[in-house]
């Protein structure tokens, strides 16, 4: 089968979604644990982690079917709200226009979003057909992840365990999530039907 052009994009931005992912994570890691320095790059890498999710999610939406209704849609909207919601919060903290403090719960908040949108669309794609079973559970992992990561946060801040489990899952999750379904995206052996 031949791969589209919008099937590129949308792989592509999964695969480098994934990376970026994978750089959050690790200068997240490095912020936390060895200088605060990190702080600025783990919020530039997350600002570009999100905003190369919106493609994913049209992929997503397009995977839901033919005519993929009015959930597909909210989810679309959801995710896509939540993603650029995070993109403009990191932003102004990488500009320095916010605190770290002042802008955390809604990031969270906002990750929420992206959470229900990655199991909703998920659910939906995989009810189509489109997504394996596989590939849709390292999805509501992902989603799962988010989640928890907002609760611990709530419950606890960064020390409590959901908040550490919740990264957990949301990075292992979504990076191999978005880089199966890249991979998928980028050989033609699952297409959008976008041309």
Not at 83 to 92: I, P, T
Not at 100 to 105: G, V, W
Request: glycine share 12%; hydrophobic share 60%.
């Amino acid at each position: 089968m031949e791969v589209t052009q919008p099937d590129l994009i949308f792989g592509w931005a999964a695969l480098l979604s994934a990376v970026a992912t994978l750089g959050t994570a690790v200068t997240g890691i490095l912020f936390f644990a060895v200088n605060q320095v990190f702080g600025k790059v783990n919020d530039a890498f997350s600002v570009l982690q999100v905003l190369l999710m919106p493609p994913v999610a049209v992929a997503l939406y397009l995977l839901a079917g033919p005519d993929p209704g009015c959930s597909a849609l909210l989810a679309l909207a959801v995710g896509c709200m939540g993603m650029l919601s995070v993109a403009v919060l990191q932003a102004q903290l990488v500009a320095g226009k916010v605190e770290f403090e002042q802008s955390i719960s809604r990031v969270l908040t906002a990750g929420a979003a992206i959470g229900l949108w990655l199991i909703l669309a998920n659910a939906l794609a995989l009810a189509a057909g489109a997504l394996s079973w596989g590939l849709a559970a390292f999805g509501f992992v992902a989603g799962v992840g988010y989640l928890l990561t907002a609760l611990g946060f709530y419950r606890g801040r960064q020390e409590h365990p959901l908040f550490y489990v919740g990264s957990l899952l949301m990075v292992v999750g979504y990076s191999v999530w978005a880089i199966w379904l890249g991979l998928l995206l980028l050989t033609g052996a699952l297409a959008t039907g976008a041309a």
